[in-house]
């Protein structure tokens, strides 16, 4: 018994626990010029940040209080113990769950899920001008390739112009330089990951011969609640890159914080 009570503070401990070098970072970026990206750190529930001053917390509600505009939010982290998505769901905002785990590339599967993730609610008129969100714990690494990604493969952002403008709007540069490299590395074949090809994903023999995207179901975004009610519309082929179609801007001379 004695064993048992101790494994139960031990586990309460655990998810009342700041996120390791979470307070390092700033809270959230900016939009990337050209996408409807923004990034930012995962925020976390009144009862794991009570203890921190108030400057320093940074909750679901302050997520929404500073960022206006939020359509869809994508958590990338592998728990659900941060936040109650149900907070996001009944203001309106979609969430999407893809588990990525951090300090590796992510595989396949995982970028395929969140490159049709963002297709669909993209394809919404609906949802037209509304913010993509897009965390995992510090919202750097696994975001920021997730993100650049999808900047380089299906706006045709080139890799070096992707990152830069991801870092610049993020406010951080990404931490682990095996990221960047994996982004750098030519792809001819949308949706295959360099790094490895897991979990039964081999993205490229979804293509037929002309291209046409034979896309692999994915989870759906969870659906709000009735009052908010906006089933997203059924799957359609999409192009490999929209190129030309999308309104990219360069944007130099900025430098991001080393921090």
Same mark, same amino acid.
């Given at each position: 018994?004695?064993?048992?009570?101790?494994?139960?503070?031990?586990?309460?401990?655990?998810?009342?626990?700041?996120?390791?070098?979470?307070?390092?970072?700033?809270?959230?970026?900016?939009?990337?010029?050209?996408?409807?990206?923004?990034?930012? =750190?995962?925020?976390?529930?009144?009862?794991?940040?009570?203890?921190?001053?108030?400057?320093?917390?940074?909750? +679901?509600?302050?997520?929404?209080?500073?960022?206006?505009?939020?359509?869809?939010?994508?958590?990338?982290?592998?728990?659900?113990?941060?936040?109650?998505?149900?907070?996001?769901?009944?203001?309106?905002?979609?969430?999407? =769950?893809?588990?990525?785990?951090?300090?590796?590339?992510?595989?396949?599967?995982? &970028?395929?899920?969140?490159?049709?993730? &963002?297709?669909?609610?993209?394809?919404?008129?609906?949802?037209?001008?509304?913010?993509?969100?897009?965390?995992?714990?510090?919202?750097?690494?696994?975001?920021?390739?997730?993100?650049?990604?999808?900047?380089?493969?299906?706006?045709? &952002?080139?890799?070096?112009?992707?990152?830069?403008?991801?870092?610049?709007?993020?406010?951080?540069?990404?931490?682990?330089?095996?990221?960047?490299?994996?982004?750098?590395?030519?792809?001819?074949?949308?949706?295959?990951?360099?790094?490895?090809?897991?979990?039964?994903?081999?993205?490229?023999?979804?293509?037929?011969?002309?291209?046409?995207?034979?896309? +692999?179901?994915?989870?759906?975004?969870?659906?709000?609640?009735?009052?908010?009610?906006?089933?997203?519309?059924?799957?359609?082929?999409? +192009?490999?890159?929209?190129?030309?179609?999308?309104?990219?801007?360069?944007?130099?001379?900025?430098?991001?914080?080393?921090?």
């Amino acid at each position: 018994p004695r064993s048992g009570g101790r494994q139960r503070n031990l586990s309460m401990t655990r998810s009342k626990a700041i996120p390791d070098r979470w307070l390092d970072y700033h809270t959230v970026g900016g939009i990337i010029p050209g996408t409807r990206f923004i990034s930012f =750190k995962v925020p976390l529930q009144e009862s794991i940040c009570s203890r921190l001053p108030t400057e320093a917390r940074f909750t +679901p509600s302050d997520l929404l209080q500073r960022v206006y505009g939020l359509g869809l939010i994508i958590d990338l982290t592998c728990t659900n113990r941060y936040y109650d998505r149900d907070f996001i769901l009944r203001n309106g905002i979609y969430h999407a =769950k893809i588990v990525c785990a951090g300090q590796q590339i992510p595989h396949a599967g995982v &970028v395929g899920e969140f490159f049709e993730t &963002v297709d669909r609610f993209l394809m919404d008129p609906r949802n037209n001008g509304k913010l993509i969100g897009v965390h995992c714990t510090h919202g750097v690494n696994r975001t920021g390739y997730l993100v650049c990604r999808y900047m380089i493969e299906r706006l045709g &952002v080139p890799p070096d112009d992707a990152i830069r403008e991801f870092e610049c709007a993020r406010g951080h540069r990404f931490d682990r330089d095996e990221y960047v490299r994996d982004l750098r590395v030519p792809r001819n074949v949308p949706w295959t990951s360099h790094a490895e090809q897991s979990a039964g994903y081999a993205y490229g023999t979804h293509w037929t011969a002309a291209g046409q995207n034979l896309m +692999p179901p994915v989870a759906p975004l969870t659906a709000m609640p009735a009052t908010y009610e906006a089933p997203l519309p059924p799957l359609q082929p999409i +192009p490999p890159i929209y190129g030309s179609s999308v309104d990219y801007r360069y944007w130099q001379g900025c430098t991001p914080k080393l921090e």
